[in-house]
């Protein structure tokens, strides 16, 4: 498709860049202007998140709303964004999120006490959100390589700040030891990430020179370098693709996260508010997965088949490792925590398992992840904001005294689970089947992962929910109207994509289709004809 005329694209990242910007030039008394102003800006982008999936044609060229302009031109880096079908329902996902974050967040960075006009945290809180927003859609929209590491990176300033400057309330430990704690888990998270993307920038700087060899000029454009790969104008040693390969897989895997490099996660939401363990897991973890499906595959088919045994290995074990850790929690934040290193492994399973099962699996898996956790942690917040403990042994009887957050938090964990009828069923069951079909023992051992999320969850909401009232639970209010307007629409999404996900189906298929063709791997057959079995 040609260059879109008009900058659909930019725009979209444009407006909450911009909002940011703004919002931190709020002055300190205008808390309730910058709350407002952030609210409007996350539905102004929601608008036209919802814009470009309708003008999204699934059934057109690979990438469209493509926008291309110069910008290093002596070291090939361009400005270059368009669209796939991948990356149209992760845009959707974070401009959907990010009006939801901010309402559960509305009084998070209230200040409690201070006589200074300078500081600005509320001010402060919103327009990071908004900044990490940005970023995170221009990351999925990027089709030049070194622009989406420019991004891939530079979010990770603004969530460092989140999680060091706006910890959780609610601790058991004293203030101190708190903010002790909310600095360890915000350094942590920025090492890990700054490690890996070193050596993705090693591996981005491989690649322009092996393009820059073999194509006559360096080039990171992603639309380049497939099209020179399909057409045998660009090769790769067996060496070097492994090597690249690993250099993005790194990155990706830390991000995710995949198990050995997730220790930062139950760190980081379990010492952030809940919005911003959601904007963690629910938004800004998405890139690494998406990634995966982008680029590494994209760009290197036969180091990405080379790879998939081990990274199945890794994959099985984060789900059955995360799913037992959530098991042992006493805290109900790092519980959710560990649920998603286990439904990351998951979604990497589809990825790696290589048939359209999976790719598809995985695609709704990260949308539909993206909004049961952000229900259930959104839910969770609430109740840990009422009580001031993120301990499960501190709740009982909750359902007796709060019976519409009781039955919020059900559906959500319920989601988290899988049961059928809900969203997340539906991408699970599509990641196992396109597992089983090319890698049966793998598909087999990993649906004891279904297993113990049932575990977790259920133990989770009687431990909460059920039983006696406990002493400082006896009083706590329900669900108010601001609370409900947070979760109303995720428990609606969640029921209705799982009822009725053809809506997200139909624009994901066609892109999987390329990426199968990227791989050079089609669906394996089927051992029986049925016909002739019929026959026998």
């Known amino acids: 498709m040609a260059d879109s005329s008009f900058p659909l694209l930019t725009l979209t990242a444009a407006v909450p860049a911009v909002g940011a910007i703004a919002i931190a030039a709020v002055p300190a008394a205008k ?9 409007g800006v996350s539905l102004v982008t929601l608008v036209l998140a919802a814009v470009i999936a309708v003008r999204y044609d699934p059934n057109g060229d690979r990438f469209q709303l493509t926008e291309s302009r110069s910008w290093i031109a002596d070291f090939g880096v361009r400005y270059e964004l368009g669209v796939d079908g991948i990356a149209v329902v992760l845009v959707a996902l974070t401009a959907l999120l990010i009006p939801f974050v901010i309402l559960a967040g509305w009084h998070d960075a209230d200040p409690a006490e201070t006589k200074s006009s300078r500081w600005r945290p509320t001010q402060g809180f919103f327009a990071l959100i908004l900044a990490v927003e940005a970023m995170v859609i221009i990351s999925f929209l990027a089709t030049d390589i070194f622009l989406f590491y420019i991004f891939f990176e530079a979010m990770l300033i603004p969530m460092y700040f989140l999680i060091g400057g706006f910890g959780d309330k609610a601790h058991q430990h004293g203030e101190e030891e708190a903010a002790r704690q909310r600095s360890y888990a915000a350094v942590k998270f920025l090492l890990y990430n700054l490690a890996g993307g070193l050596i993705m920038l090693a591996a981005v700087i491989g690649l322009f020179v092996v393009t820059n060899d073999q194509l006559g000029a360096g080039t990171f454009s992603l639309q380049e370098i497939l099209q020179a790969r399909a057409d045998g104008d660009l090769e790769m040693s067996t060496n070097t693709e492994r090597l690249l390969f690993l250099g993005f897989f790194f990155a990706f895997a830390v991000k995710a996260p995949l198990w050995p490099l997730h220790t930062w996660l139950p760190n980081a939401m379990g010492e952030s508010t809940a919005p911003v363990a959601v904007l963690i897991t629910a938004v800004v973890d998405k890139v690494g997965t998406f990634a995966m499906l982008r680029f590494c595959l994209g760009l290197f088919p036969e180091a990405s088949d080379w790879a998939t045994p081990v990274v199945l290995v890794l994959a099985l074990v984060s789900i059955l490792y995360g799913a037992l850790l959530a098991i042992g929690q006493r805290d109900m934040k790092r519980l959710i925590a560990y649920a998603s290193i286990s439904h990351f492994g998951f979604i990497v399973l589809g990825i790696f398992a290589m048939t359209s099962q999976g790719h598809a ?6 949308v539909n992840h993206g909004i049961s956790t952000a229900a259930l942690m959104l839910v969770a917040g609430f109740l840990i904001s009422r009580r001031g403990s993120r301990l499960i042994a501190d709740y009982g009887g909750v359902q007796k005294v709060a019976p519409v957050l009781a039955g919020t938090f059900l559906i959500g964990g319920l989601a988290t689970l899988s049961l059928p009828g809900l969203a997340p069923f539906v991408s699970e069951f599509l990641v196992l089947v396109g597992t089983f079909s090319r890698y049966p023992a793998i598909g087999i051992i990993a649906t004891v992962g279904i297993v113990l999320a049932a575990i977790y969850v259920l133990v989770l909401y009687q431990r909460t929910m059920t039983g006696p009232v406990a002493e400082k639970v006896a009083k706590l209010p329900d669900l108010r109207p601001r609370e409900m307007l947070v979760v109303a629409p995720l428990i609606a999404l969640l029921i209705g994509l799982g009822v009725y996900p053809k ?12 990426t199968m063709s990227d791989v050079q791997k089609s669906d ?8 002739e079995a019929t026959h026998e």
Request: overall charge negative; aromatic content about 2%; hydrophobic content about 45%.
């Open 524 to 531: 394996p057959e089927p051992d029986v004809n049925p016909v």
């Open 361 to 366: 699996g995985a695609t709704l898996y990260m």
């Open 503 to 514: 809506p997200l189906t139909e624009i994901v298929n066609p892109a999987v289709e390329h």
């Open 31 to 39: 808390r309730e202007l910058a709350k407002r102003l952030a609210l």
